[in-house]
């Protein structure tokens, strides 16, 4: 897997990471802070679903792939209505993990990449995870 992308990914988790942060800090009033974190966690999601978009069509795949691309957008969109519920990260954090299962079993990558991106993916969505945690528990 080329560096840039291990760069980009991580450089991905600078938000989250100074989210966090700035929660524990006190920087900012909590509510901004909840809203930021949840709005930037909904884009990132989203992202998700046009990977799995670009795979079903390069791949010439038929079936639930094109549909599952979509859910990322829709749950992360649902989440963003429901600004202030308890309930929206731990739906936003399992859906990253969801996501990168789905990932696992269902991409199309060249044998030499599955190692290398699912090691990423993994490291990436535990500080995701983790960081929705940090906003749950303490907020």
Do not use: E
């Not at 990322?72 to 308890?86: E, F, R, S």
């Amino acid at each position: 897997m080329k560096l840039q992308a291990k760069l980009l990914g991580y450089a991905g988790l600078i938000p989250f990471l100074l989210l966090n942060m700035a929660l524990l800090f006190d920087a900012y009033p909590t509510s901004l802070i909840y809203i930021l974190f949840t709005q930037y966690s909904a884009v990132l999601l989203s992202f998700f679903g046009g990977i799995h978009w670009y795979d079903a069509i390069s791949s010439n795949k038929n079936g639930h792939q094109m549909y599952i691309a979509m859910l990322p957008t829709i749950i992360g969109w649902l989440c963003l209505t429901q600004t202030g519920a308890h309930w929206v990260l731990g739906v936003l954090s399992a859906s990253y993990v969801l996501m990168m299962f789905y990932d696992k079993q269902v991409l199309t990558l060249p044998k030499t990449m599955v190692v290398d991106y699912t090691k990423l993916r993994m490291s990436l969505t535990t500080i995701v995870v983790l960081s929705h945690a940090v906003m749950i528990f303490a907020r």
